[in-house]
């Protein structure tokens, strides 16, 4: 099982230690690195930075969203980025929910989200391969554009640009069941979230099938701690806030997931807790119980017991989220 770090994206500013936690983690024999984006920082920005002050640890997004740019803006953003990395890049998408989709990037949630996938995915491939000029007759995504209100003079390009690779990873964030079978079909990766290793079922019966090489690389908050209750903190804050606000009441994916997880009645209190302004004890009805098992906290001896259970399962790459050097330093010494 290889590690990675996961930086995610910024708060209110740029975080100071972003930059020096990567250079540990590629110090530390890390593979890879991996930046995210919301509603603020974006993805690729920051990891061009990271790349310029590294030379061998991989890079990569988790995730990208796919409402941010199109399928060919994604594209050229990981050519590119490929090419100056000399070959470290790795580009990891994932589609929101309607609540970021229509309420920042002002576009329609698909009412085919496996279909607007699946049409993304294919055209990033087109430009990556650069075999032909890119054309899809797609619901979500045609190339050349052909809808009512088009000139019709659009033509199929290929990329101006020699993609340095033409087999660059493409990995999905996916979180039903259906979207996860679609991941392993179409996909290099998956990028799960809340994986617990106890219950890979919850997303459905896909996972027991891979395909070989496929990656599986969750994100998963990491803390060397003597105290777990303390530790777990941060983890809750985390969920409080997915399950809470990251959806709409009727239409929340993380919700839905920790429900298949076998926390529906609490997921569903977290949610009525938050949207009613009460965060704080959203936060607190977080059972503690979940957020262990979908992390790696507590004393040294502890953290080593439980990681066996993330190596035993098909996880190939585990997404740090550590707060510090010394957690980077000791999760690495247990892993080698």
Request: negative net charge.
């Amino acid at each position: 099982m290889r590690l990675g770090l996961a930086l995610g994206y910024w708060g209110r500013g740029p975080s100071p230690d972003h930059l020096e936690l990567a250079c540990e983690a590629e110090r530390l024999g890390y593979a890879s690195v991996w930046t995210a984006e919301s509603w603020g920082s974006d993805a690729f920005t920051p990891l061009t930075w990271i790349a310029a002050r590294t030379s061998t640890i991989g890079l990569g997004t988790a995730v990208a969203q796919m409402a941010a740019r199109s399928p060919t803006t994604t594209a050229m953003h990981a050519l590119t980025l490929d090419h100056l990395s000399g070959g470290r890049m790795m580009v990891g998408l994932g589609l929101s929910g309607p609540q970021v989709v229509e309420g920042w990037y002002g576009r329609p949630f698909p009412e085919s989200p496996l279909t607007a996938t699946r049409e993304y995915v294919d055209v990033v491939r087109q430009v990556l391969r650069r075999r032909a000029p890119v054309e899809l007759d797609g619901r979500f995504h045609s190339h050349p554009y052909r809808g009512p209100d088009g000139t019709g003079l659009g033509r199929p390009l290929r990329s101006i640009t020699h993609p340095l690779r033409d087999d660059l990873p493409v990995l999905l964030g996916a979180e039903g069941p259906r979207n996860v079978a679609q991941t392993i079909r179409i996909a290099d990766g998956w990028l799960p979230l809340y994986w617990s290793p106890n219950r890979p079922d919850a997303y459905g019966p896909a996972v027991a099938e891979l395909p070989e090489g496929f990656r599986v690389a969750p994100l998963a908050q990491v803390r060397i701690c003597d105290d777990v209750t303390e530790g777990l903190l941060p983890v809750k804050t985390m969920l409080g806030f997915y399950i809470g606000g990251m959806g709409h009441a009727t239409r929340n994916f993380h919700a839905d997931l920790m429900a298949r997880m076998g926390y529906e009645e609490e997921a569903r209190h977290i949610q009525e807790l938050f949207l009613a302004g009460r965060r704080e004890e959203a936060v607190l009805a977080v059972p503690d119980a979940f957020a262990d098992e979908i992390s790696l906290v507590g004393p040294r001896e502890r953290v080593a017991e439980r990681l066996e259970s993330w190596r035993k399962g098909p996880v190939t790459d585990l997404l740090v989220v550590a707060p510090d050097r010394t957690t980077l330093r000791v999760l690495a010494e247990l892993n080698s």
